[in-house]
């Protein structure tokens, strides 16, 4: 079976950081794309970061371009989120999520929707 466990979430201050990892299993990783997706309390998913299977291309939404990093490392199985220069409406659930049905992030923004597999999600909390 596909499995993404997420990690490395936790309370930190604003303006600090945090490192995210998603370890996937049951697929090949170079033939999936992956996006970071999180949901604050009370609100809907909305995506964060996106790395394309095809060409290792990148995507950011506005909310957080400058500030995240996406990487993926294919030998350990595993993508990354850098979460830098925290603030406190960065606080949510964020999931991991991939799928085979495209092979490049869209450059109009990551739809929750066409991720087929997800993982558990990991709690970050920014605060004060």
């Known amino acids: 079976q596909v499995q993404l466990v997420e990690s490395g979430g936790g309370l930190v201050q604003p303006g600090g950081s945090l490192r995210l990892s998603c370890v996937v299993s049951?697929?090949?990783?170079?033939?999936?794309?992956i996006s970071w997706i999180r949901q604050a309390p009370g609100k809907e998913r909305e995506g964060v970061s996106c790395?394309?299977?095809?060409?290792?291309?990148?995507f950011n939404e506005d909310s957080v371009k400058g500030r995240f990093t996406i990487s993926r490392d294919n030998a350990k199985n595993t993508v990354y989120l850098q979460m830098n220069g925290l603030k406190p409406e960065d606080t949510a659930v964020y999931y991991c999520?991939?799928?085979?049905?495209?092979?490049?992030?869209?450059?109009?923004?990551?739809?929750?929707?066409?991720?087929?597999?997800w993982g558990q999600g990991t709690q970050v909390t920014v605060s004060s």
């Open positions: 999520a991939a799928t085979e049905t495209y092979s490049v992030c869209s450059n109009y923004g990551i739809s929750p929707i066409v991720f087929d597999y």
């Open positions: 790395i394309s299977s095809s060409d290792g291309s990148t």
């Open positions: 049951g697929f090949t990783l170079d033939d999936y794309i």
